[in-house]
């Protein structure tokens, strides 16, 4: 079957706009995470949603950022107002049951955010 | 709240030889820790895992060792060929399970 799908694979914005990223889980898995990689360094977590609701948002920066998950499937993580320090490559997971430590995470390709 | 620090963060080995990565953890509460390989341009995969109750696991050419009591846990790859070249990271769970801490990660370089 088909993996995580993350989209855009990259995008390149201006200081001050918004963005959009979509992430497309494995079919059936109810848990899904955001996390944000920036270069040389392990992924930083973002949020957790377990089904519609966001479990846990507090790996959020501010509250230019936010992601919401209204079907529980698919999840659009938004950033108002970019800052060049939002530049990072933007990693979705997904896993069938919740909790990092009963399930395997499936991460997708990732979304390159360059902010000029 | 958790820190998980890593080391090296690169490694060259000669092809056919053994490469270990270490990694230290600073909350005794945590009792998962897997083990993922990120390959350039793609998402990170687990490659083996292990949990607070078990010291060592295996899975052909890799394994994990686990000491609770100094809180470090190593990445022990044998025979490396070269498709195991690629960045390596540790991760570990705090109290909140969901929410892994990773390491900054090693590269790990095979020479032929």
């Known amino acids: 079957g088909a993996g995580v799908s993350q989209t855009p694979s990259n995008k390149v914005t201006e200081k001050g706009k918004y963005v959009e990223l979509r992430c497309d889980p494995i079919?059936?898995?109810?848990?899904l995470y955001w996390y944000r990689q920036s270069l040389g360094q392990g992924p930083e977590f973002l949020i957790y949603?377990?089904?519609?609701?966001?479990?846990?948002d507090s790996g959020l920066p501010n509250d230019r950022f936010f992601a919401v998950r209204p079907e529980g499937s698919v999840s659009t993580l938004k950033i108002q107002r970019t800052e060049r320090g939002d530049s990072a490559v933007y990693l979705c997971?997904?896993?069938?049951?919740?909790?990092?430590?009963?399930?395997?995470?499936?991460f997708g390709e990732g979304s390159r955010l360059t902010v000029l | 709240g958790e820190n998980v620090e890593q080391h090296p963060s690169t490694l060259s080995v000669q092809e056919g030889d053994s490469a270990v990565i270490k990694c230290t953890y600073s909350?005794?509460?945590?009792?998962?820790f897997p083990w993922y390989k990120q390959e350039l341009g793609k998402g990170p995969q687990l490659i083996i895992d292990?949990?607070?109750n078990v010291g060592e696991k295996k899975d052909q050419r890799i394994a994990v060792t686990l000491n609770k009591t100094a809180k470090h846990f190593s990445l022990h790859i044998t025979e490396t060929q070269p498709e195991d070249s690629a960045v390596y990271f540790c991760?570990?769970?705090?109290?909140?399970?969901?929410?892994?801490?990773w390491g900054a990660g090693t590269k790990l370089i095979i020479k032929p």
């Open positions: 997971a997904s896993s069938l049951i919740g909790g990092g430590g009963t399930g395997e995470l499936f």
């Open positions: 079919s059936g898995h109810t848990a």
């Open positions: 949603f377990q089904g519609t609701g966001a479990a846990d």
């Open positions: 909350d005794s509460a945590s009792n998962y």
């Open positions: 292990i949990r607070s």
């Open positions: 991760a570990a769970t705090p109290s909140k399970n969901y929410q892994l801490i």
